[in-house]
């Protein structure tokens, strides 16, 4: 049934409708329906078109035409955010799976006049995270006949007056708050300088040292950008090209498939378009000691899921080597650590004036810097501890770099100059700081992927964007070129991304005369949505739970991937520790009443092992989007 695409096509269905559908995926399109495979048709979206106004009646209407006798019970509650791209109403569904099952199933309502268009998907974990972005590509470029986003082509950004930096000033406030974030710094450019620079709270819950401007965050992934940078300034250097190969620059270099060794060039590490899937438990859980040459020699084993070009995979490894690699051939005889950090301050900080960034987690510690926070699982805010954030650094190239608004200002006005500093200093050529910004794989309907950063339209504008997230840091930067316009938003909580989502749209309606007003109602479905999350979460979780059953969980575990880890009991249930990171444990009940184990708090809250094996030998297994890890206890 359908046809396999050869390439890329933008298709039209009988009633005028058009969408994106991406190379190797089958498509059947009918009267009323529109039916997406993934290639290996692990992976299955269902659109249906239909008069019926009633989101929750049209859903289940849905997927009894398609699956008749579906009885999955839902999730949560329906949530119905603010309406964007042109839609009158949006609700989305998910619904309850088991464990084993590997499966995710989700539904999604959309209503344009007349008409309601309902998509069901339905379909492997791992097909998930190998297509979803070219999922996502063809569900949110769908757009029915007439429907238009907002656009704000031809409007001149207006500054940050006094009026509404006090505007910004009540509305990040009271969303800080809502979102218990404990501290925030954002900043504003308009027209290339920097109109607004702000910190928000506190630098450590509980404590009075308020955020500055000068507050050290961590960047996670912003890092990213960073390092092409300092590549960029390498090939302008001359000391290698973009398309070097990876194994020229760093000859030990390999990948489990010996064919995408050879071909893999510079470029690609930093593309996600390689096929490499992101493997980051193995980052997470297994890094005391490690370093960073152990690290990228551990991508010996590591083979592709997609084809190279094919579609978005992010991976942080991937990011690294090349980082690692660049930075080799600027000092050879230093370690990948040392080489890396110089490379980054002799070519990116030290020219662009970015004094205060660094990578050394002890010159944090004596400076200005924000403490690390994380949700428990019931939503309470807790502190990070420190080491726990020195999981990233043996993959530092790809998110561990500390800035604050003043650096990170200078940063992006820099990036919008195209590689002159605000002092009108060139140190980055064009030519090589605008090579990032080339579209290398389709990562969203108006988005793609360049080299450490995503490049796109915003708005039919083009954008330059980057966000990071680490265990207790959220940061968001955001660039309209052509408009010298740019927000950066920083926080010290894992529970950071839908403050900076609100803030981001606040900054934009203040910027753009016309722009909807939805940051507000943002605030509300965000806070909203997250709080009938935890309820529904915690309706399936026991905190203290039975200690016979802990108890029989009690030891030391191991997986050749992922490491060591050890439960122990305690008066009211359990502790997992990982060296260094822990957290309690309690039990969450799957659909089929499988109980599960279940982190409480730490740094990883929510997440989940499923146990298994026998009473003399459990086992405790890792549900990873592609992969599956086996924790086996050692014998007693």
Not at 33 to 57: C, G, S
Not at 83 to 105: C, I, L, N, Q
Not at 387 to 416: C, F, H
Request: proline share 6%; aromatic share 8%; net charge neutral.
């Amino acid at each position: 049934m359908g046809r396999q695409l050869t390439s890329d096509e933008t298709l039209t269905t009988p009633s005028g409708a058009t969408f994106t559908a991406a190379k190797g995926w089958w498509v059947t399109i009918g009267p009323d329906f529109v039916v997406l495979e993934e290639p290996d048709r692990q992976l299955k979206a269902t659109q249906i078109e239909t008069t019926e106004a009633d989101a929750l009646k049209a859903v289940d209407a849905g997927w009894q035409r398609i699956q008749p006798g579906f009885a999955l019970k839902r999730l949560h509650d329906p949530s119905s955010p603010p309406p964007v791209r042109g839609w009158d109403a949006m609700t989305d569904f998910d619904y309850e799976t088991k464990a084993s099952d590997h499966r995710s199933v989700a539904a999604s309502f959309r209503r344009y006049g007349a008409t309601s268009y309902v998509a069901m998907v339905d379909g492997d974990l791992g097909a998930l995270s190998r297509r979803g972005a070219q999922l996502d590509t063809a569900l949110w470029t769908f757009r029915p006949q007439g429907m238009h986003e907002e656009s704000f082509v031809g409007k001149v950004p207006r500054t940050i007056d006094d009026a509404r930096a006090k505007e910004l000033d009540a509305f990040i406030e009271q969303a800080r708050t809502r979102f218990d974030v404990p501290g925030a710094a954002v900043a504003v450019v308009v027209g290339g300088k920097v109109v607004y620079e702000k910190g928000f709270g506190v630098r450590e819950l509980g404590k009075k040292e308020p955020v500055t401007p000068s507050t050290l965050f961590m960047m996670g992934s912003i890092t990213k950008s960073m390092t092409t940078m300092m590549e960029a300034a390498l090939v302008d250097a001359g000391k290698l090209a973009w398309d070097t190969p990876v194994t020229k620059l760093l000859p030990s270099f390999a990948l489990g498939d010996a064919d995408m060794t050879s071909k893999l060039l510079l470029w690609h590490t930093a593309c996600a378009c390689t096929g490499m899937p992101r493997r980051d438990l193995e980052l997470i859980f297994d890094y005391v000691h490690v370093t960073p040459e152990q690290r990228i020699a551990s991508m010996s084993t590591m083979k592709p899921t997609t084809g190279f070009g094919e579609t978005f995979q992010y991976s942080n490894l991937m990011v690294a080597a090349g980082g690692y690699a660049a930075a080799h051939v600027y000092d050879p005889k230093r370690s990948f650590n040392d080489a890396y950090g110089e490379a980054m301050n002799a070519t990116v900080f030290g020219p662009v004036g970015m004094k205060s960034t660094t990578f050394d987690f002890a010159a944090v510690r004596r400076a200005d810097h924000a403490t690390p926070h994380s949700e428990s699982i019931d939503g309470t805010v807790q502190i990070v501890p420190p080491p726990a954030e020195e999981s990233i650094t043996p993959v530092r190239p790809a998110g561990a770099s500390w800035s604050n608004l003043k650096d990170m200002g200078r940063y992006v006005q820099t990036e919008m100059a195209k590689g002159v500093t605000p002092e009108g200093k060139r140190v980055i050529s064009e030519a090589n700081l605008l090579e990032r910004r080339k579209p290398r794989v389709r990562s969203g309907e108006t988005e793609s992927y360049g080299l450490g950063l995503g490049v796109g339209t915003f708005r039919d504008l083009p954008v330059v964007q980057h966000n990071g997230g680490v265990f207790g840091f959220i940061t968001m930067m955001f660039m309209l070129p052509e408009q010298g316009v740019a927000i950066i938003s920083l926080t010290n909580s894992s529970g950071g991304g839908s403050f900076n989502g609100a803030v981001h749209r606040k900054v934009i309606e203040e910027v753009f005369e016309g722009a909807k007003p939805l940051a507000q109602p943002r605030v509300e479905f965000f806070y909203k949505t997250k709080h009938d999350e935890i309820a529904k979460t915690m309706e399936r979780v026991t905190r203290e739970p039975d200690a016979k059953w802990v108890s029989a969980l009690v030891g030391d575990y191991s997986n050749a991937s992922l490491g060591k880890l050890k439960i122990t009991a305690g008066p009211k249930g359990g502790t997992l520790d990982v060296g260094d990171w822990k957290g309690a444990i309690g039990q969450k009940r799957d659909v089929d009443g499988t109980v599960k184990v279940v982190l409480l708090d730490g740094p990883m809250a929510g997440f989940e092992f499923l146990p298994g094996g026998d009473p003399a030998r459990p086992t405790l297994t890792v549900l990873d989007d592609q992969v599956t890890y086996v924790f086996e206890r050692a014998g007693k």
